[in-house]
């Protein structure tokens, strides 16, 4: 069986300078419910979960090929979209912002994510009163924190992630969001060159520098370290693109979590062991 660290042992993984790994990832395994997940702006279509449960398997296992440790929250079958675990929190540095989630029924899944992270010694802030705020609305480029401002996430949340982020050296800049369920749905990045799928994208000028991807799902990209990119596999266009920025596209299946507006971002949240983007 491979080695599924605790939360002491991730802890200490984290206060190790010297480590290699990219960092630890916070998983969250699907249940039944998946079938029921949110969908918003698209068709509902029926989600096969065992499916779903090999493609969530192997998108763990990627990760950790990567050298990412792993480590799972508990599932919980209350919460049909607790899978998309990105959405519970935004991570920069040792801060941690627990979001409060744009559609009501999703809320519930922050609690056990807040504990994991005060756990692995994150400063852990919250977003209370009528603000909201979806992890997946937020993308980092350096020191620019992007944070789609409509759907799921309103003025007050980004005026939350503002103050709790600028102090630490971050640039909050909201961007309007009306085309796609979350921000990263339609842009992500790889390196400081933002990616997006432009039919998606409700403002292009409000990016500096972005790049036009051909296909959706090519739009969405997770920073795995050492010069490789998880990407879905039904995107291979956009995959030849960011070959030729100079990167490995690491590929995975993602059909299921297509048919709940997921993507490959949405799947964990990232503690990285040195400052990057998303």
């Known amino acids: 069986m491979p080695f599924q660290p605790t939360i002491d042992s991730a802890t200490e993984l ?8 990219p960092g630890i990832a916070l998983v969250r395994q699907p249940t039944e419910s998946l079938v029921d997940a949110l969908v918003t702006h698209i068709e509902r279509t029926p ?3 065992a499916k779903a449960l090999d493609q969530w398997h192997g998108y763990v296992d990627a990760m950790r090929a990567a050298g990412w440790e792993i480590v799972e929250v508990a599932p919980d079958p209350a919460c049909p979209d607790a899978v998309f675990i990105e959405d519970t929190a935004v991570v920069a540095g040792q801060t941690a912002l627990i979001c409060q989630p744009g559609a009501k029924s999703r809320r519930p899944e922050v609690g056990p994510v807040a504990t994991a ?29 992007f944070i789609g401002e409509g759907g799921r996430t309103n003025t ?50 409000a990016f500096p520098n972005f790049l036009a991807m051909p296909e959706e799902p090519g739009a969405h ?28 596209p690491v590929t995975v299946e993602m059909t299921e979590f297509d048919k709940a507006e997921g993507c490959v971002t949405c799947l964990s949240i990232r503690l990285r062991t040195s400052p990057t983007g998303q």
Request: proline share 3%; aromatic share 6%.
């Open 221 to 248: 990209v997770v920073d795995l370290g050492g010069g490789q990119m998880l990407m879905a596999a039904n995107c291979p266009d956009s995959s030849r693109i960011v070959a030729d920025l100079g990167y490995e």
């Open 14 to 21: 984290l206060k190790d300078g010297g480590m290699t790994n």
């Open 47 to 49: 989600i096969d979960f």
């Open 117 to 145: 992270l005060s756990d692995l010694g994150y400063e852990v802030h919250h977003v209370d009163g009528d603000a909201t705020i979806d992890g997946g609305d937020v993308l980092k480029v350096g020191t620019k924190m």
């Open 156 to 205: 007050a949340g980004i005026s939350r992630a503002r103050e709790v982020f600028k102090p630490v050296g971050y640039d909050v800049v909201a961007v309007p969001n009306h085309k796609v369920l979350h921000l990263k749905s339609a842009v992500t990045a790889v390196g400081d060159q933002v990616i997006g799928y432009e039919p998606a994208v409700t403002s292009v000028d």
